[in-house]
């Protein structure tokens, strides 16, 4: 239920910023517009945002027969976490990320940079993985693609701002004229992002928890963000400098911030995230605290594929 009055409050949100921006720009000949838009484009992303997102970074869904330990390692993890086994899908781009799509359970996917996979051990794609899923059991993959889908919407509404300048039939007068139009080009996507931030930072947070309790250890999560953080360097995500409007959607923010975007992140510092994550882990015996880390090969008893399984990516 808090999912779903999350995803509620998100939609009349984006909705009210549909209406009021078509009110500036048209008066009431404009709302309507915007509110007929704002309708029709909630309904379709309700359906479709998640095809649309997978489409948008070209997602290859994979099968079993091509990539069984990663097939069976998340069918163990959603069992764990009391989930259907999400579709599977890898997007062949270098910079490695992570994101889950779907507007419930039932209909979900999870896909991964092919980045992610070279880069990461098993207990680290475990960890990325498992956050997912928890993005999945919280129904935040629905407000995610909404939102991706709603926010490059009002991007669209605001370039057609300059179909309504001047005065409008009710008599309105746009009070902004082209300038203030061109302002409304930039504010209100931005508008559009700030709602987004108040949603997302305190779901990845969650995610985070949620996902190293399915895990089975913290410290899998944490050295997975590590990673992700470290070579999303100087790796630029194309589609997503693109479509910036879905950058919430990855684990870690995908955007190279040579723009404004930056300044506007729905991710939490990855530093936090990471200290968050290890205090949830528990004390080493003080045999093991003066001894290097064990391998990435080693897992402990409860973990959902295996003990001594080797890492299958290298």
Same mark, same amino acid.
């Not at 300048?165 to 004229?177: A, E, L, T, V």
């Not at 955007?255 to 994550?277: Q, Y």
């Given at each position: 239920m808090q999912g779903y009055l999350r995803t509620a409050m998100l939609l009349a949100a984006l909705t009210a910023l549909f209406i009021g921006i078509g009110y500036l720009l048209g008066g009431n000949q404009g709302m309507v517009l915007a509110f007929l838009l704002a309708c029709g484009t909630n309904a379709w992303a309700w359906w479709n945002s998640d095809r649309v997102v997978l489409s948008m970074y070209n997602a290859q869904p994979i099968t079993p027969a091509e990539a069984p330990r990663l097939f069976a390692m998340v069918q163990g993890l959603a069992q764990r976490a009391g989930l259907p086994m999400p579709a599977l899908y890898v997007i062949h781009e270098d910079q490695p990320n992570a994101f889950a799509t779907g507007r419930n359970p039932q209909n979900a996917a999870v896909a991964v940079n092919t980045g992610l996979l070279d880069l990461m051990n098993e207990q680290e794609v475990a960890g990325v993985v498992a956050h997912e899923l928890a993005h999945i059991k919280h129904r935040d993959t629905l407000i995610m693609t909404l939102t991706a889908t709603l926010a490059g919407a009002i991007g669209m509404l605001a370039q057609f701002g300059f179909l309504f =300048? &001047?005065? #409008?039939?009710? &008599? %309105? =007068?746009? *009070? /902004?004229?082209p300038i203030g139009a061109m302002v409304l080009l930039i504010v209100g996507p931005l508008a559009a992002m700030l709602v987004q931030m108040a949603i997302s930072r305190s779901r990845e947070y969650e995610a985070d928890r949620l996902g190293a309790e399915i895990a089975g250890d913290p410290r899998w999560l944490a050295g997975g963000l590590q990673k992700l953080e470290q070579f999303k360097q100087g790796r630029v995500n194309q589609a997503a400098e693109a479509h910036p409007a879905s950058a919430h959607m /990855?684990?870690?923010? *995908?955007? #190279? &911030?040579?723009? $404004?975007? #930056?300044? /506007?992140?729905? %991710? *939490? *510092?990855?530093?936090?995230?990471? =200290? =968050?994550?290890? !205090? $949830? !882990?528990?004390p !080493? +015996? +003080?045999a093991m605290a003066r001894r290097a880390a064990p391998p990435a090969a080693v897992y402990p008893p409860n973990s959902p594929w295996g003990e001594g399984r080797r890492n299958p990516w290298g």
């Open positions: =300048r &001047g005065n #409008s039939q009710d &008599g %309105h =007068r746009n *009070p /902004f004229g /990855f684990i870690v923010n *995908p955007l #190279s &911030g040579l723009r $404004m975007d #930056s300044l /506007f992140t729905t %991710h *939490p *510092p990855t530093e936090e995230r990471i =200290r =968050r994550l290890l !205090a $949830m !882990a528990p !080493a +015996p +003080p």
